[in-house]
């Protein structure tokens, strides 16, 4: 059976090959299981986002009604206030003109 140390040797040799061939094997199997744990995980998160995505845009359409809103404000009233309030003071300064002008 066993000769001489050749022998010996390539029988552990042999032993070795199948040991990192069954290493390799596991290691496969181990990155095969991850990336179908993944696959899961991801399907999960996209189901997840379907359900928050119109919770979004209902958001977003509401918080661009609310802009157009407060700019409608800003035009319609707090602009014209703002003129009316220039035109208070022009005529105050102008009216302080003619009264210093009387001292």
Avoid: W
């Amino acid at each position: 059976m066993i000769d001489n140390s050749t022998d010996l040797l390539l029988g552990a040799i042999a032993i070795s090959v199948v040991g990192v061939s069954a290493f390799i094997c596991y290691l496969i199997y181990a990155l095969a299981k991850v990336v179908q744990e993944s696959k899961k995980t991801v399907e999960d998160v996209n189901k997840k986002l379907e359900k928050i995505d119109p919770v979004v845009d209902s958001t977003s359409n509401t918080v661009s009604s609310l802009m157009q809103t407060i700019d409608s404000i800003n035009n319609g009233i707090l602009k014209p206030v703002a003129s009316f309030s220039q035109v208070i003071k022009n005529v105050r300064s102008a009216a302080k003109i003619f009264t210093d002008k009387k001292k």
